[in-house]
């Protein structure tokens, strides 16, 4: 995947620039990948990741735009867990990415940014650029969004910054860090004595676990509830958590609400996943178990009174006052603050516990699932409507293109990087925590990210042996299209499927909803809306960045026998985008929303 070394340097113990302590830090550290657009003041790193280290262990991933980098790191971590390497150019490089790196905070994305800057010195720097370019403290630009940052000015501060920001990148709540090297510190010799740090002894600390008194009363009103419900959401970033859950809810006869706005966290389908069914089902709850979720107080605003809620969370302890991507604070009965990854397994245990230990529960626990069987009925009779509706006859719709999906892959083990069929098209994707994953999440709602973000998630999902699957609106495809270069020249395996509805449609029912409040003509809302006059050659822009463009579709039937044709390519390690010409969705969520509001 990686380009290979042309010629050999001579071969060196240590670092002999210090360029090269960044270099071989990041080989120490285990970081596999770093995804660079490139910039001359960080030449001399640029020098050491080939040079220095014949470009492997680290690797450098060539981008073509700032953002694509950081969202190609963005989406290696959140199929991986780890941390990638991304270097942006000194003042302009972190700006361009700077969007995606707010993006990535509010996905809670560990991520390691290496910056650069033209020496701190002014004496030294050349006329007009460097002074432009060269930042009092560069980390002030993005310090709002991110976990640390960071300027070192000797070897041994570079070192020490290094591995603070690993440390701090990946422990729990996870995020993306920031360390600017300026130019001097690359440029200059290192000392002949200069011995690297250990970095065994600086990893990363285990999350701490939740108290057990906590764990038990929690496991104490779940055992005794009458319908306890729980809402997931960031939990589903690890699978011991995820795991965790399927097993308490299972035990319980628990129904789960997989929120999903940052992760998925439950299988889908499953008899316990009432995903869609959010009101119903927590309009008969007593006790409500939230897991990290992103706003959990929108959530559970309409609650019967006395419900009893229990919180675990770790999220709080990387609140800022930069934006309020915290959402309203929520009021909780029982707030454990532990990551569920920790807390998950310990209920799960005290709760068996309690079950095995109580005789009545056995019945109550019956009782509700024969319940909740009925539930599930009406739902899924629900879902499955809606699926029919848009396959009725040639109808390609964003629904109708998860179902071709399903058809396509019913025998292929796969990844969703990128889409939401759960809204969409819920009950359709076989989605867990096997072969079949969805690593889809919004975060900040960041236009251009999620083509990176598919093409960064690919690299770990086709080394699992799974086939990364993508479903992308029109307009986020040619916001983030660059990262089809990527892709192409790394032979990165993605299947993507553009939902090209020809328009920025969310925004478009923004302005319907807009003229209606105010009683204005709704038929405006497609001004400076619409992608049409001239219409956009999406496959012609994917085959210029040397990708696979199929289409454009117009009906089912060709969407079938496109996938069909795409997916032994992207099996072969090709990145392969479909482009479907799909009917108009029409929404009523901006009025529930407007609900309420004068």
């Not at 605003?301 to 006395?306: K, N, Q, V």
């Not at 799974?466 to 395996?493: C, H, M, N």
Request: glycine share 8%; net charge negative.
């Amino acid at each position: 995947m990686l380009e290979s070394v042309i010629k050999s340097g001579p071969s060196k113990d240590g670092p002999e620039w210090g360029s090269d302590v960044v270099a071989a830090m990041l080989h120490r550290m285990d970081i596999e990948y770093v995804a660079v657009m490139p910039g001359a003041s960080f030449r001399g790193m640029q020098d050491s990741f080939v040079n220095h280290i014949g470009n492997k262990d680290p690797g450098l991933l060539l981008c073509i735009h700032e953002n694509s980098a950081v969202g190609i790191a963005r989406g290696y971590a959140r199929a991986s867990g780890k941390p990638m390497g991304v270097i942006l150019h000194n003042v302009v490089g972190l700006l361009a990415g700077s969007m995606g790196i707010f993006d990535s905070w509010i996905d809670r994305s560990p991520m390691l940014i290496i910056g650069s800057t033209g020496p701190v010195d002014a004496a030294k720097r050349r006329p007009l650029i460097d002074g432009m370019h060269t930042a009092n403290v560069q980390g002030n630009l993005v310090r709002d969004f991110t976990k640390w940052d960071d300027q070192p000015a000797s070897f041994a501060a570079l070192t020490e910054a290094l591995l603070r920001a690993n440390r701090i990148a990946r422990q729990e709540p996870p995020g993306p860090v920031y360390v600017c090297v300026s130019t001097d510190i690359q440029e200059a010799p290192v000392p002949s004595d200069f011995v690297l740090p250990d970095q065994t002894r600086f990893a990363p600390a285990a999350s701490p676990f939740p108290p057990p008194e906590l764990v038990e009363q929690a496991a104490s009103w779940l055992c005794k509830s009458r319908f306890p419900v729980a809402i997931a959401d960031r939990s589903g970033r690890d699978e011991t958590s995820s795991k965790a859950l399927v097993d308490l809810a299972e035990m319980l006869a628990m129904p789960v609400l997989d929120q999903g706005w940052a992760w998925r966290s439950f299988p889908s389908p499953h008899d316990l996943d009432f995903t869609g069914d959010e009101k119903a089902i927590l309009s008969k709850a007593d006790v409500v178990l939230a897991l990290d979720c992103t706003d959990l107080a929108g959530e559970t605003a309409d609650l019967p009174a006395g419900v009893k809620i229990i919180n675990i969370s770790s999220d709080e302890l990387l609140h800022r006052g930069f934006t309020a991507e915290y959402q309203a604070l929520p009021a909780v009965d029982l707030p454990i603050l532990a990551s569920p990854a920790t807390a998950l397994p310990e209920l799960l245990r005290c709760c068996k516990a309690k079950i095995e230990a109580d005789t009545s529960s056995g019945s109550r626990v019956e009782g509700r699932r024969t319940q909740l069987r009925a539930f599930k009925a009406e739902l899924s009779a629900r879902q499955a409507a809606l699926i029919a509706s848009n396959r009725a006859g040639q109808r390609l719709t964003e629904t109708s293109l998860w179902t071709g999906l399903a058809e396509q892959l019913a025998n292929e083990p796969y990844c969703i990087t990128v889409g939401n069929s759960r809204r969409q098209a819920p009950g359709v994707m076989k989605l867990g925590t096997g072969l079949s994953l969805d690593l889809s999440g919004e975060a900040g709602g960041a236009v251009g990210m999620m083509v990176p973000v598919a093409i960064g998630s690919a690299i770990v999902v086709s080394k699992n042996g799974q086939l990364p699957v993508a479903v992308i609106g029109d307009g986020e495809f040619l916001a983030g299209s660059s990262a089809i270069w990527t892709a192409a020249k790394y032979r990165i395996p993605s299947l993507i499927v553009v939902n090209n509805n020809r328009s920025f449609l969310s925004d478009e029912h923004h302005q319907v909803r807009m003229a209606e409040l105010r009683n204005r003509p709704t038929e405006n809302a497609g001004v400076a809306m619409s992608l049409v006059d001239p219409s956009c050659e999406i496959v012609s822009v994917a085959k210029g960045f040397g990708a696979i463009g199929i289409g454009p579709i117009t009906s089912y039937d060709e969407y079938l026998a496109a996938l069909s044709e795409a997916i032994p390519m992207v099996r072969d390690g090709k990145c392969v985008v479909v482009e479907c010409l799909t009917e108009y969705r029409k929404l009523n969520v901006f009025k529930e929303r407007d609900s309420g509001r004068t």
